[in-house]
């Protein structure tokens, strides 16, 4: 690993030497004795089926501005993409130009030496403009590591139509949801709400609202294992045991998706990169005012979801590392994230795009801004994915009934404490 470092380090002194240079090949691209941007950037978007079309058609628009240069747009399943990355950058071999990264892989990357900062480059274009929640996923050691691309957390979509045919209320708690599902299943048989069993990160929301959290940076304390770890598994099962939540343990993105588009569950806890596909269900595809989206419920001491998002990073050992800048403005400028929003629904990281009409009037911009200026930022730390495997590990236990809620906390506590050395 440390060998795949040095040698990754090397290469991105040399790709900068030879742009500082001005050479001209464009078989590794740089710049041409004019100048002009040449050569070819790839770009691994790690955007879902919903998106990846868009995506790619606004990828291929830095072609129109840069003709000589050709933009090799490669979708990779976010399931995937850390580890396909991490293969890549530390062999030295295959490694995109630039990267989506999702916000808590940023930290990662750069410790192993896999980023290029982008500090002082064209690629941090009018970085005062950036929400400052978003920025800051994208620092590591002092140092910018990515460009904020969007920003997004968690909240409650529910189908208007179900609600008001059993006659409940938005809930804003999740008491109100559990009330609100035993009605709805009286009403007509369905479930109220389907809950992620398989994805550690959908225990966040749950965790907050009891008061609590993974950890404690500033003192480099664990605290997921303090009660209010155990009290959110707590109030997770109880929904599952009381039927008025559906769970899984695999595949749970799509088998969410499918029974809420389709109008198995009247409620769900998802992002905004779910929009498009649940106006494709047939519960909404007709009558795309039925979809509504609310803040996430609350739990016995507030209400709070997590910070997300995209950012994107250039490779350090690209050979082509001023296009890739380039090419990171051009994907984090005001005006794509205003077509990314129009297109997508998706939350702008500039302060600027929330002033452009299209933007302001976009009804799930509306819903989810108070959402992400009350989101509850993670922990920016090289580790911070790896938290949400001993997360998932023990999400399948509880709520399997295999293991206790208070036991679950404390097998995520001790986890971490093994993995962060320095963390009591």
């Given at each position: 690993?440390?060998?795949?470092?040095?040698?990754t380090?090397l290469?991105?002194?040399?790709?900068?030497?030879?742009?500082?240079?001005?050479?001209?090949?464009?078989?590794?691209?740089?710049?041409?004795?004019s100048?002009?941007?040449?050569?070819?950037?790839?770009?691994?978007?790690t955007?879902?089926?919903?998106?990846?079309?868009?995506?790619?058609?606004?990828a291929?628009?830095?072609?129109k501005l840069?003709?000589?240069?050709?933009?090799?747009?490669?979708?990779?399943?976010?399931?995937?993409?850390?580890?396909k990355?991490?293969?890549?950058?530390?062999?030295?071999?295959?490694?995109p130009?630039v990267?989506r990264t999702?916000?808590?892989?940023?930290?990662?990357f750069?410790?192993?030496?896999?980023?290029?900062?982008?500090?002082?480059?064209?690629?941090?274009?009018?970085?005062?403009?950036?929400?400052?929640?978003?920025?800051?996923?994208?620092?590591f050691k002092?140092?910018?590591?990515?460009?904020?691309?969007?920003?997004?957390?968690?909240?409650?979509?529910?189908?208007?139509?179900?609600?008001?045919?059993?006659?409940?209320?938005?809930?804003?708690?999740?008491?109100?949801?559990?009330?609100?599902?035993?009605?709805?299943?009286s009403?007509?048989?369905?479930?109220g709400?389907?809950?992620?069993?398989?994805?550690p990160?959908?225990?966040?929301?749950?965790?907050?609202?009891?008061?609590?959290?993974?950890?404690?940076?500033?003192?480099?304390k664990?605290?997921?294992?303090?009660?209010?770890?155990?009290?959110?598994?707590?109030?997770?099962?109880?929904?599952?045991?009381?039927?008025?939540?559906?769970?899984?343990?695999?595949?749970?993105?799509?088998?969410q998706?499918?029974?809420?588009?389709?109008?198995?569950?009247?409620?769900?806890?998802?992002?905004?990169?779910?929009?498009?596909?649940?106006?494709?269900?047939?519960?909404?595809?007709?009558?795309?005012?039925?979809l509504?989206?609310?803040?996430?419920?609350?739990?016995?001491?507030?209400?709070g979801?997590?910070?997300?998002?995209?950012?994107?990073a250039?490779?350090?050992?690209?050979?082509?590392l001023d296009?890739?800048?380039?090419?990171?403005?051009y994907?984090?400028?005001?005006?794509?994230?205003?077509?990314?929003?129009?297109?997508?629904?998706?939350?702008?990281?500039?302060?600027?795009?929330?002033?452009?009409k299209?933007?302001?009037?976009?009804?799930m911009?509306?819903?989810?801004?108070?959402?992400?200026?009350?989101?509850?930022?993670?922990?920016?730390?090289?580790?911070?994915?790896?938290?949400?495997?001993?997360?998932?590990?023990?999400?399948?236990?509880?709520?399997?009934?295999?293991?206790?809620p208070?036991k679950?906390?404390q097998?995520i506590?001790?986890?971490?404490?093994k993995?962060?050395?320095?963390y009591k």
């Open positions: 690993m440390r060998r795949g470092i040095a040698a380090g290469i991105a002194a040399l790709a900068m030497t030879a742009a500082a240079c001005g050479g001209d090949d464009e078989g590794s691209g740089g710049k041409k004795g100048g002009e941007l040449s050569g070819t950037v790839t770009f691994w978007d955007s879902n089926d919903a998106e990846k079309g868009a995506y790619e058609k606004i291929k628009g830095f072609e840069h003709p000589d240069v050709e933009v090799d747009y490669v979708n990779v399943p976010f399931g995937e993409a850390n580890a990355f991490k293969n890549a950058a530390g062999g030295n071999s295959g490694a130009d990267m999702e916000v808590a892989w940023t930290q990662d750069a410790s192993l030496g896999y980023l290029a900062p982008l500090d002082d480059t064209v690629a941090l274009d009018k970085a005062d403009d950036y929400l400052p929640q978003a920025a800051a996923s994208t620092k002092g140092k910018t590591y990515a460009a904020p691309q969007t920003i997004d957390t968690l909240a409650l979509f529910y189908n208007k139509k179900m609600l008001k045919a059993a006659g409940v209320d938005v809930p804003t708690s999740f008491d109100e949801v559990k009330s609100a599902a035993k009605k709805i299943n009403k007509s048989g369905k479930t709400l389907y809950l992620r069993g398989d994805d990160y959908y225990y966040l929301p749950y965790l907050y609202g009891e008061g609590g959290d993974l950890l404690d940076t500033k003192n480099k664990v605290t997921v294992d303090d009660p209010e770890g155990a009290k959110a598994f707590s109030v997770m099962k109880d929904l599952v045991d009381s039927k008025a939540a559906v769970t899984d343990a695999s595949d749970g993105y799509n088998n998706l499918n029974a809420f588009k389709d109008g198995d569950v009247a409620m769900a806890l998802d992002g905004p990169w779910s929009i498009e596909g649940a106006l494709k269900g047939k519960e909404f595809k007709a009558d795309k005012g039925n509504g989206v609310a803040p996430a419920p609350a739990g016995s001491a507030r209400q979801a997590p910070q997300g998002g995209w950012n994107l250039a490779y350090a050992g690209s050979e082509n296009a890739s800048y380039e090419f990171i403005k994907m984090s400028s005001a005006k794509v994230q205003q077509q990314t929003t129009e297109q997508l629904s998706l939350l702008p990281t500039r302060t600027s795009v929330y002033d452009v299209s933007v302001k009037d976009n009804q911009v509306q819903f989810f801004k108070p959402a992400v200026e009350k989101s509850v930022q993670r922990p920016w730390i090289p580790e911070a994915n790896a938290l949400f495997e001993p997360i998932r590990l023990q999400l399948e236990k509880v709520l399997s009934g295999k293991s206790s208070e679950g906390a097998g506590g001790d986890a971490y404490r993995l962060l050395k320095d």
